[in-house]
């Protein structure tokens, strides 16, 4: 059995910053591309930012010079680092991580989501 859990949102002023960690454990022979995406109320899933196990990394353009992934391969943590946060970004963010899991096939995990909220 394989879980992601996410930790770190919460409620947050414009122009503040949050931590996103997401922890995978279980039986884990691989962890590779891990990354982060998120919901807001009424609109669609969407990536964030990912990074491969060696480091490289992606961002959405909405994120660009804002937020900084990062991992962790010791700790299979993968971490998201939002700064300069407006209301735009409120959400419910989701960790994703690409696992070869002992016993069975590698396939995409999620977490369970963890609430930004971005406000005044």
């Known amino acids: 059995q394989v879980q992601l859990v996410e930790s770190g949102g919460g409620l947050v002023q414009p122009g503040g910053s949050l931590r996103l960690s997401c922890a995978a454990s279980?039986?884990?022979?691989?962890?590779?591309?891990m990354g982060w995406y998120r919901q807001a109320p009424g609109k669609q899933r969407e990536l964030v930012a990912t990074i491969t196990r060696d480091g490289r990394t992606n961002y959405a353009d909405s994120v660009k010079g804002r937020f900084t992934i990062s991992r962790d391969n010791a700790k299979n943590t993968v971490y998201l680092q939002m700064n300069s946060l407006n209301a735009e970004d409120t959400a419910t963010y989701y960790c994703?991580?690409?696992?070869?899991?002992?016993?069975?096939?590698?396939?995409?995990?999620w977490g369970q989501g963890t609430q930004v909220t971005v406000s005044s």
């Open positions: 994703n991580a690409d696992i070869w899991a002992l016993g069975g096939l590698r396939r995409p995990y």
């Open positions: 279980g039986r884990i022979l691989s962890i590779y591309d």
